[in-house]
């Protein structure tokens, strides 16, 4: 494990909660371990290490990412999106494969949705020229795989912007009717976690742009 990892692992297991571990595990489910550190705990683990290797460049965060997320634990799961969150701007289109893999693994709203919302998404709005165009591909095979989760992140990543006024309605538009056209096909998949994030960008639009509506039958 690197000196990072280590610090951020004996940090959150210091923070460790009996009761809260066993109130996660009743929330989320038994397939991963927890525990037991706060939400807060982990943000400021995360903040805490930054500031120790604050010479972290783009490979230094990716690889810390991808040791946090290798172990099945929640927290240190939660703790690579925070770091992830707080070096977004290091990011690249090379780096939506890493994201790819980690909702996969996710499988939970409690981390898929900030790696759509505040990793993916601005990633992609940072974009331009072929990178922007290679990255929206992405996006639109995300919306039509048959992973639930990897289709509620595609739909979710534009929110941020879209919420602020800007964002490319276009393109959620597009991976809306894509992801509905799995879900007609789909008879076994739960289909919720899409349907909620289609809910979640029209309900966040309503209230600033009105104009914006589906045009098309969900």
Same mark, same amino acid.
């Given at each position: ?7 951020? !692992?004996?940090? =959150? ?9 066993? !109130? ?5 489910? +038994? ?37 946090? *997320? ?19 701007? =290091?990011?690249?289109?090379?780096? =939506? ?12 709203? +409690? =981390?898929? !949705?900030? /790696? ?25 095979? *995300? ?5 639930? *989760? ?5 739909? /979710? ?11 490319? *309605? ?10 509905? !056209? ?19 960008? /029209? ?8 104009? /914006? ?6």
């Amino acid at each position: 494990m690197s000196a990072a990892g280590e610090f951020v !692992d004996d940090t =959150l297991q210091r923070e460790a909660s009996w009761y809260r571990a066993e !109130d996660m595990r009743h929330r989320f489910g +038994s397939a991963m371990r927890y525990y037991g550190a706060s939400v807060g705990a982990v943000r400021g683990t995360v903040r805490d290490a930054l500031r120790r290797h604050a010479e972290f460049a783009h490979d230094d965060v990716t690889a810390l990412s991808s040791e946090l *997320w290798e172990v099945p634990v929640y927290e240190r799961r939660l703790a690579a999106v925070v770091l992830l969150q707080s070096k977004v701007k =290091l990011l690249t289109n090379s780096d =939506l494969t890493r994201m790819e893999g980690f909702v996969r693994d996710a499988q939970m709203p +409690s =981390l898929v !949705d900030p /790696l759509a919302v505040d990793v993916v998404g601005p990633l992609v709005e940072g974009l331009a020229g072929q990178a922007r165009m290679r990255a929206d591909a992405v996006l639109d095979r *995300w919306a039509g795989d048959p992973d639930v *989760w990897l289709r509620r992140a595609s739909l /979710l990543a534009p929110l941020g912007a879209l919420r602020s006024g800007g964002g490319d *309605w276009d393109g959620f538009v597009r991976r809306a009717r894509i992801a509905a !056209d799995v879900q007609a096909t789909t008879t076994t998949a739960d289909s919720r976690p899409d349907r909620e994030a289609v809910d979640a960008v /029209l309900e966040a639009v309503a209230k600033r742009r009105p104009e /914006l509506r589906l045009a098309f039958r969900r």
